[in-house]
């Protein structure tokens, strides 16, 4: 019996092809012809006044940390239950994670413990949207205005997914996607950061560009290049946006077959959330997903190990995380948890996550179920 993997890359068929024009034209480092197709293709689609590729959600992250100017001695405030990522940006600028409790239905950052954990070096909130269900965006932004905070959206698994109409990563200040092998659309490594200032764009162009002021030279509005700011290199490839180039065009299509697996799993297992077995996630009315992750949440640590085990003897990867960043071993040492952990540890124990990927056959599908209700049978 052949193994169900938890994820298989997206892969569309015309990457290659895409690819293969971009080496054939020797134009293969960054900001080619692919990443600035890449790059207005989200602006239009998304309505961002800017998109520019980066090398990953993790750079994306750092740079929207670099652009909000944070400082050591500053605090932002993130959930624990996130990627390791989403703390190291703030880290990189010496700032210090503050985290909040999480909602036990959406895994989002409770908006209403927030305030609570604003002091005087409060200067921004990073809102992760997990599985793409957006946090309760509005509430967050009269928050961020209130008490003059920036806002950086973690939309790395919300891509093509949207809040009250606006797609995620367009509503804070800064946006932040991840095309990862793991996320719904990928090159490989790579990312993206949506800026929604026009003020902003310039100084992220430099701090992308190695601190030099390449891309004013490029529209001609200065003779020369030189270095004028502190800057990196977060430029991906053009080989690379090719890549992603091509899974961009299919976005429509991929997004659709991943919320097919993901409405399969839903239906079928809705009977056992009804009599309290299982729970299954929750889409807020203002949300629409985009079917980034299918997972259940077991009643205790002990039923989901029992239940992992179980898939994997009937031939199917599930997969927890996150371990909350906040009892981690650098989480413990650059940051600290406001207010009382209710929720974030109790249900990080009890998650775990179903095969889904963009592709996955109607047999396998199938199985994954059959296995899970068989355990919900057993036991
Ligand atoms: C994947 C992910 C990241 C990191 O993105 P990379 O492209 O892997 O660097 C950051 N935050 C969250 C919530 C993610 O899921």
Redesign the pocket.
Known sequence: MNKIPFNIPPYVGTELEYVRQAVESHKICGDGPFTKKCDHWMEERFGAPCVLLTT????A?EMAALLCGLEKGDEVILPSF??S??ATSVVLTGATPVFVDIRPDTMNIDENKIEAAITDRTKAIVA?H?AGVSCEMDAIMEIARKHGLKVIE?A??GVMASYKGRALGTIGDFG?Y???E??NYSMG???ALVLRHKEDIEPAEILREKGTDRARFFRGQVDKYTWVEYGSSYLPSDMNAAYLWAQLLEADRINENRLATWHAYNEAFAPLAAQGRFELPVIPEACVHNAHMYYIKLRDLRDRTAFIDYLKRCGVNSVFHYVPLHSSPAGRRFGRFSGEDVYTTRESDRLTRLPLYYGMTKEDRDRVIDAVLSFAREG
């Open positions: 990953s959600g993790t750079t992250l996130t990627f990522s989403t992760v997990y973690d790395a698994q932040c991840s095309f990862h793991t996320k490594e790579g990312g």
